[in-house]
Each structure stands twice: as structure tokens, then as C-alpha cells.
């Protein structure tokens, strides 16, 4: 058998031959250009060089270029949990692999495991009553189930009335509605039942929660006590959350806009006020620091802990300060660059050919994504980091990164917006 390469090179050979004889092209320029004209009017894709109607591609490294108009460039593949693909990087795509040629394993990232979605007595997805996406059974009406084994006794808009809050929405927009009963969303994985309770959830106990007080398990500052996430205060304290003592001589509202400063939110939602003093928390974590707590070091660190960009600057007040040679909001580019801007713009481009997603500039084969715009993030400036979830109304609340859309909490903090304390209590 010939080996792979060499067949291709003999069909490639045999190709030209067909339209070459004698080292001379029998077709005419213009049709060999249309042969080599992709549909955004580019020859060979802007990447190599069109002969007799074929492209040769140009290459920086060898193979980063193939396809029958160079359009293919693996370098771009979707990365997942650190790795290019979960199957095989193809002309940018990922093809994932289905050893069993069932096509179980799906996803833009090849992340999906639909074997999961099987029912292991009849061996049918989601025992037939729903649908698979990325591993999750939907069910079908007047199902339910991890893998829709399970038939409900009463209509679907039956189950909804049930499942139908005070306030006209369905399990309070914090559960699922399932044969008329509502699951509620179990948001603390370290309670016993949950911060969200209720025959429709309509009770959500995070709201009896001050900023402050995501580091213990007190409600309502510890003056109080919370029914279903409303404050009952104690006798000498007031406020919403019972935060603030009646014998201070400030009233609360007067010490409430002490606390915030330049803020909407007291102490910047990273301390406790009480009578118009700050005492910023995590407890006996000095890079949260000020008079209102307004300075929070944690933001010159990127998502491995290094601190503006790793000895390429110093943090003031949660901002980078670069030093000579160095930029970005964690002096994490280089002013100089040693490759072309030809190589530098092929690194910053995305599977479909465009810089930066469209979202940012190219700097020596890095994005620089557009800072107007604080919510583009991204190796290619392909994440919205408004999908992050919040708390308090601060993305990741203040205790974590946001990374594509998702939050990555700092040591000692769990939950999707990273507002539950697992650490030490004080």
C-alpha cells in the first residue's frame, strides 16, 4: 500500500498533469483564478498562490495552511477544559470520535456525551419520551425524570397552575416545574435544604443575606431573623437587613452613604458598614483595602494568581501600573514584537477569518479586545462576559474572575456568581 502522503501527492501530480502539458497551462488566467477564487472573492484564500488553477499555500510553519483553497487552518480550533477539541481538529472544526459509530459524542467542542442520555433498561433515548442535548434529557409534556422514565398523572397546564408563584411566574423563576411540584434551584451546596424554599420558591432566603454576610451562615447581619427572605430585626437594630445598630448616632441612611463613597453599593459590596465605618472583608485579607474598600488588589491578578502579568508591573488601589515595555489592563503585551504583522494578524484570526472576532486589535499574534466594550473578553475576544453571573449586582461578586461567560472563583468561594463563603468562619 502507498502511504497516505504519497497518495495525495500522486492525485495532486495527476490533477495538474490533466491541465499542464509540457510545463504549459491549458487553461486561461481567468479561469484559472475562478478555480482558485474563494466565495468572499479571495484567491486561495489570501494564503498562497494560485497555479494552473490549484493552490499552492504559503506556510509560516510547515501544514498550517491546507484545504483546496488554503482555507483550512487547525491552529483555530475551539479549545475546551484546556484542550483542542475533545476529538480530532479538521480545517478548524472539530470532528469528534464516535469509535462506535453511534455519534454520541457531539458539541462544538466535541464536549457532549449523549450516552448519557440512554436508558439502561431499554437501551432508548431518554427511554423515548424526550430529547438529548449534551447529556441532558427534555422531556416530552407529561414526563419527567433524569431519563424521562417517569409518566405524569395530570395535564400540563394542570401542573403548571401548581407550579405557579403569587407573582404569575412559574416555580418563582428559581426552580422546575415537574408533574406540578417545584424543585427548587439549591443554590448553597454546604446547606441542608437550600437558601430557595417554598411550594413555589417563592422564598429566597439570599435575601437576608447583607453583602457582607456571604462569609458566615448568619442571616440578617445576626440581628435578626429571616422569614422566607424578609428581615425580622432584633430590638436595637433597623435596616433591611437588621444591619444597622440604633444606637449609633447617625441615622441609617446617613451611614449607609458614609460607606459608599464613590459607590452604589456600602463599602463597595466588599465590607461591613455599621454607623459609617468600613471593615472590609475577606477577613485578614490585605489586598482588600481603604476606607471604603475601595481598593481590591485581587483585580491585578490574573486567573493563575500571577499579579500584572508576573513581575511586569505593580498593583495600586486594584490597577495595574506597567512598567517600561509593557501594556494591558495586567501588562500582559510586550511593546516590541519580532515576527511581521502577516504573521502576528494569521495568529489573531478566528475559524471564519475574522481578526479578533471583530471585537479587537491584533498586537504580535495576540487580541487586544476593544476596552470600551469592558464585556469582550477572550484569546480571541470571542466571550461576553455580561453572561457571568452576578450577585449584589457585581459580576462573580467581586470574588472571582469572569472567564467566557463564566465565573472562576478565588480559594474559598464556591457557587455560579461566587457568592458563597466555603472558607474559614471569623
Avoid at 192 to 201: A, E, L, M, N, P
Avoid at 218 to 232: A, I, K
Wanted: hydrophobic share 20%.
Amino acid at each position: 500500500e502507498f502511504p497516505h502522503s504519497f497518495g495525495v501527492f500522486l492525485l495532486f501530480f495527476l490533477f495538474i498533469l490533466g491541465y499542464q502539458v509540457g510545463g504549459v497551462c491549458k487553461l486561461s488566467t481567468e479561469s484559472s483564478l475562478r478555480r482558485c477564487r474563494t466565495p468572499d472573492g479571495k484567491i486561495c484564500s489570501g494564503r498562497g498562490k494560485c497555479n494552473c488553477g490549484i493552490c499552492i499555500c504559503e506556510a509560516i510553519e510547515p501544514g498550517k495552511f491546507f484545504g483546496p483553497r488554503c482555507e483550512c487552518h487547525d491552529w483555530v480550533c475551539a479549545t475546551y477544559n484546556g484542550k483542542t477539541c475533545n476529538g480530532t481538529c479538521h480545517c478548524g472544526s472539530c470532528m469528534c470520535d464516535n469509535e462506535d459509530n453511534r455519534g454520541m459524542v457531539t458539541g462544538r467542542f466535541c464536549e457532549c456525551d449523549d450516552s448519557e442520555c440512554l436508558d439502561e433498561e431499554t437501551g432508548e433515548i431518554c427511554g423515548g419520551h424526550g430529547q438529548c442535548y449534551c447529556g441532558n434529557c427534555y422531556c416530552a409534556a407529561g414526563w419527567h425524570g433524569d431519563k424521562c422514565e417517569f409518566q405524569c398523572d395530570m395535564s400540563p397546564w394542570e401542573s403548571r397552575q401548581r407550579c405557579t408563584s403569587p407573582d404569575g411566574k412559574i416555580c418563582s423563576n428559581r426552580g422546575t416545574c415537574v408533574c406540578g411540584e417545584c424543585n427548587c434551584h439549591d443554590v448553597d451546596p454546604s446547606g441542608d435544604w437550600g437558601d430557595i424554599h417554598g411550594d413555589t420558591c417563592e422564598c429566597d432566603e439570599r435575601n437576608c443575606h447583607a453583602t457582607y454576610d456571604r462569609y458566615t451562615d448568619d442571616f440578617c447581619s445576626g440581628h435578626g431573623q429571616c422569614n422566607c427572605g424578609r428581615c425580622d430585626c432584633k430590638e436595637g437594630w433597623a435596616g433591611n437587613k437588621c444591619e444597622h445598630p440604633l444606637s449609633c448616632s447617625l441615622s441609617l441612611e446617613s451611614s449607609l452613604k458614609k460607606c459608599r463613597g464613590t459607590s452604589n453599593l456600602p463599602c463597595f459590596g466588599r465590607g461591613q458598614c455599621q454607623c459609617g465605618q468600613c471593615t472590609c472583608h475577606p477577613p485578614g485579607d490585605s489586598r482588600v483595602h481603604g476606607k471604603n474598600c475601595e481598593c481590591d488588589d485581587r483585580q491585578c491578578e490574573d486567573i493563575n494568581g500571577e499579579v500584572c502579568g508576573g513581575g511586569h508591573g505593580y498593583c495600586s488601589c486594584g490597577r495595574c501600573i506597567c512598567e517600561e515595555g509593557w501594556f494591558g489592563k495586567l501588562c500582559q503585551f510586550p511593546r516590541s514584537c519580532d515576527m511581521s504583522d502577516a504573521q502576528s494578524k494569521e495568529l489573531c484570526e478566528t475559524s471564519d477569518g475574522v481578526i479578533c472576532s471583530g471585537k479587537g486589535s491584533c498586537h504580535c499574534g495576540k487580541c487586544i479586545c476593544n476596552p470600551q466594550d469592558w464585556w469582550v473578553s477572550g484569546e480571541y475576544c470571542e466571550c461576553d462576559d455580561r453572561e457571568c453571573d452576578k450577585h449584589d449586582g457585581i459580576i462573580c461578586t467581586g470574588n472571582g474572575l469572569c472567564n467566557c461567560g463564566n465565573c472562576e472563583c478565588w480559594d474559598g468561594w464556591n457557587g455560579n456568581a461566587c457568592e458563597i463563603w466555603m472558607g474559614e468562619e471569623y
